[in-house]
């Protein structure tokens, strides 16, 4: 979930945020010392290095009375952090507050288990792909790929995770992880429904833009064409996510819903997406190393 850095952090503290608000945000965020972009170009960073960052991430967060965090192996079922807390409604009942994704899936499950390396240690040229196959026809591409970053751009074959963001507060879907509070709610609570994606050069496969609509349903702002067919939901108590977080504890208490199975996404409609969408989004986001500190890891189920 893209509660790390956004490329325009800048923009968190919004016109008339209070400043109580302006410092969640900061803190959902996790802002300082992020990049931009999707892949991480040059040699991978050694299993040393992420061994070490593991290593700091534990050593932090001992003792802290940090909660469970996120991402993880959906298919480990274990876990032995001792703080829990109320999941989340169901976010039918919940206001869509942001969408955006990450370039590689940031859980490993489902179809989504090819670890892609260690990439650059901040989060880029790492994560999980799809493990199914393609046809020679959805890979074909010429030219550049799209929504591009400062680390690339995305082309046929490539795997995406989508975070659906959703807030008990009474907000309207925006840009940043501002839109998911407000001055009269600093601790909402907080779903994402996860979606991963595979693009294709496919104007038949599913339209992006179609997937990430958004609209009044019941009262509550929605995302109607959010997928419902891929598989059942596991669902969890974790955090937020980013690599801004890969040597130190995320504060934040998040219900994670992630569907196992992968769809394919028309990259064109992916492209036009980030030429122009409600959420400022324009590229693919690093993803956070998968927790797998038992003792960060709320048990699956409990």
């Not at 880029?124 to 393609?134: E, H, K, N, P, S």
């Amino acid at each position: 979930m893209q509660f790390h850095r956004f490329l325009r952090c800048s923009r968190l503290s919004h016109a008339g945020a209070a400043a109580g608000v302006a410092a969640a945000v900061a803190a959902l965020s996790g802002c300082a010392g992020m990049g931009t972009g999707a892949h991480a170009p040059g040699a991978a960073v050694s299993d040393a290095v992420i061994a070490r960052q593991r290593h700091n991430l534990a050593a932090q967060t001992a003792g802290q009375g940090y909660g469970p965090q996120a991402p993880r192996d959906l298919d480990l079922a274990g876990g032995e952090n001792p703080i829990t807390f109320g999941m989340a409604p169901a976010h039918t009942a919940m206001n869509l507050c942001n969408i955006h994704m990450h370039y590689n899936a940031e859980h490993k499950g489902g179809e989504f288990t090819q670890y892609a390396g260690n990439g650059d240690g901040a989060g880029f040229g790492t994560g999980y792909r799809y493990t199914g196959g393609l046809t020679p026809a959805e890979l074909a591409w010429q030219g550049a790929g799209v929504c591009p970053g400062a680390h690339g751009g995305i082309v046929p074959g490539d795997t995406i995770e989508v975070h659906y963001v959703y807030s008990t507060a009474g907000v309207a879907p925006g840009p940043t992880l501002g839109a998911c509070l407000n001055a009269a709610t600093h601790n909402p609570q907080l779903r994402v429904q996860a979606q991963v994606l595979v693009a294709v050069n496919d104007r038949r496969a599913h339209d992006f833009r179609a997937l990430t609509r958004h609209a009044a349903v019941g009262g509550y702002a929605q995302a109607p064409g959010m997928l419902q067919d891929t598989g059942t939901p596991i669902e969890y108590r974790g955090s937020t996510t980013g690599p801004a977080y890969n040597e130190k504890g995320s504060p934040l208490q998040v219900t994670w819903s992630v569907r196992p199975r992968v769809a394919k996404v028309d990259i064109a409609s992916l492209g036009a997406w980030c030429q122009g969408n409600v959420y400022q989004e324009d590229h693919a986001h690093g993803v956070r190393n998968l927790v797998a500190n038992p003792q960060l890891l709320a048990p699956l189920g409990r």
